[in-house]
């Protein structure tokens, strides 16, 4: 696997290079890129041998759209991907109000921490047609672990988890949901 920069047009990112028919979007948090927990969605992906286009961006609090500026990243990332394949979205927190892109496109997603509080996001996963992994903790106030049982069939809770996602303990529980729900698509 080679790992490369992308230019995505309104953003840059990163190709991590694998099988062309199997692409996956990996779209950022508000801040720090999605990291660390972007990781351990890439990881599971490469190791399989997916090809992952990553936007690397953060949302400025300018006033902006929040839900424009999501679904600009993840078209920006589609568009990037190789034959425009991708089969797979992936957001944390703020690009989670592109539920509605990937039921558009009718792909699958992986949502951490996404924004149940929010209209947008919810609205795009009850659009859905195609699996979505929703990973959320129950310390994060934008989390409704009952809310995203209904929504999903695929729902990873973790104890005590907060909105950054980030203790060590939880982060190779990530991995391996994402792992399993892979590996079912």
Known sequence: MQIGRVELGLTSGYMYTGDPARCAAVLPGAMLGGMPVNAFVIQPLTE?????????????????????????????????????????????SITSLATGLAAHHRVAAVWLTPLLTEEECVAGLQRRTAPALLIGGTADPTWDGRLARELSDDVLEIDGANHGLARLEDLGRVAEAVGAFVDRL
């Open 48 to 92: 399989r041998g997916w090809s992952v286009v990553q936007v690397w961006d953060e949302y400025d609090r300018d006033g902006s759209d929040r839900v424009e500026w999501a679904r600009e990243r993840g078209e920006a990332a589609i568009a990037g991907a190789p034959n425009s394949t991708v089969r797979l979205l992936a957001g944390k």
